[in-house]
Every structure is written in C-alpha cells, then in structure tokens.
C-alpha cells in the first residue's frame, strides 16, 4: 500500500525556471492538500482540492498553481521560481475531513 | 483566524516518564483535530484524531484530550521511550461547505533520554 507518493524528494532550481511537484495517492482520497514547511514557522496550507475538477487557494497560494483531472493526482506547478519558495513541500490526502496522510515531502532550493 | 500554539516549543525528559505536550487553538468551532509526529527528514504520521464531538482518544500508550470550550487539547504519552523522540505537531480543522481550513501549530521537538 504506497499511500501518498510525491516525486521528486530534492531538486535544485534556478531563479526563473519553472517545475512540477507531482503527487499521487492510491487511498481513493477525495481531499487532497498541498503544504509548505519552513524553520519555525509550521505548514502553511498553499492550495487544496475536495475532489476532481476542484480547487481552492490556501493561505500562500501566491507563485503556485495546482490542477486536479483526476481523484488520485494533484500536481503542484511553480512558475518563476523564487528564492522565498525555498522550502520542503508535502502533500496529504483525507477521506473528506477524516485522517490526515501526508507523503515524505520534496525539498527545494531555489538559488 | 484560526491561531494553533504549541508550547514549549522543545522538550527533554528522561526514559520511563510520562509527559504531556499541550496544543491551543483560538476558535473553538472547529470538526476535528489531529495531532501528529515528525521525524527528521520525514513527512507527518498521523497519531490521533478526536473529533469536536469526542473528549479524548486513546491509542496504546498516546491519550489525546480535547476541551472545545477552552481551546485546548493535549496529548499524554505514558512510559516514554527512546523511540518516542521527534516533532510532535497538531491540527486543528475547520469545514464550512467545502472550505476546508487545517491549521497547524509549530510543534514540540521531544527528546527522550536514555
């Protein structure tokens, strides 16, 4: 059972460039969520979707763009990467407002 | 807004003990709440859930409690082990109509001494 997957673990990009965060789950998970990390300062919700076709901004959508085709994927797309999206991302899935499952998190550094 | 304040923000006790972490949260008209632990490098494994209707959960040695009213939930780990070392975060939830807000303290960072 692989649970939440999100690929890649680490990258390194420069300023400007642009990346996908992908991010899949085999639970049949209706809500999914993309979260930031930082030192210190806990998870900052960045967008959410409570099903296929629908999503929503969180609390730091900015410079970030989600879609949402299918129950299982929800990739996190960064446009003109800058040095304040330094950070580790994780996503999560929920059954509606049940159990939290978050995948193993992809760190990166924009330089 | 939703305010989540875990304190302290670090904690070492010795092997054997029972401690209690403790998460507060300013709006108590939340669904549910989960509390978490973090292992360096890792991503968050859920522990417990309690929902707005329930006072406590109980999984072998975690007890989590939840008092609504004044904002408050912590989390008893009896017989602390080596094991038990890591971030330990909660999550307070809030639905309304599809507007899902989970917000997340900044955790307790617990070491346990052998």
């Known amino acids: 059972n692989a649970g939440v997957t999100q690929t890649p673990k680490f990258r390194i990009l420069k300023i400007g460039q642009s990346m996908t965060l992908q991010c899949t789950q085999d639970m049949n998970h209706n809500y999914m969520y993309w979260y930031r990390q930082d030192p210190g300062m806990g998870l900052k919700l960045i967008y959410y979707s409570v099903g296929a076709g629908i999503t929503d901004k969180g609390e730091v959508p900015n410079g970030y763009n989600v879609s949402r085709s299918t129950t299982e994927d929800f990739p996190l797309r960064l446009e003109l990467a800058a040095p304040s999206q330094t950070s580790v991302y994780f996503c999560?899935?929920?059954?509606?407002?049940?159990?939290?499952?978050f995948g193993e998190g992809s760190r990166l550094t924009v330089l | 807004k939703q305010e989540v304040t875990q304190i302290p923000a670090a904690l070492s006790v010795p092997e054997g003990e029972n401690l209690v972490l403790n998460c507060s949260f300013t709006?108590?008209?939340?669904?549910?709440l989960q509390w978490f632990r973090q292992d360096p490098g890792k991503g968050l494994t859920s522990l417990l859930l309690?929902?707005?209707?329930?006072r406590e959960q109980t999984s072998g040695r975690l007890n989590a409690s939840l008092d609504k009213s004044s904002g408050r939930s912590t989390l008893y780990i009896a017989a602390s082990q080596p094991g038990d070392s890591a971030t330990y975060l909660c999550?307070?939830?809030?639905?309304?109509?599809?507007?899902?807000?989970?917000?997340f303290g900044t955790g307790t960072r617990l070491t346990i001494i052998p």
């Open positions: 309690i929902q707005s209707s329930q």
């Open positions: 999550a307070v939830h809030i639905s309304n109509f599809g507007n899902e807000k989970l917000t």
């Open positions: 709006d108590s008209a939340i669904y549910n």
């Open positions: 999560a899935s929920s059954l509606y407002t049940g159990e939290l499952f």
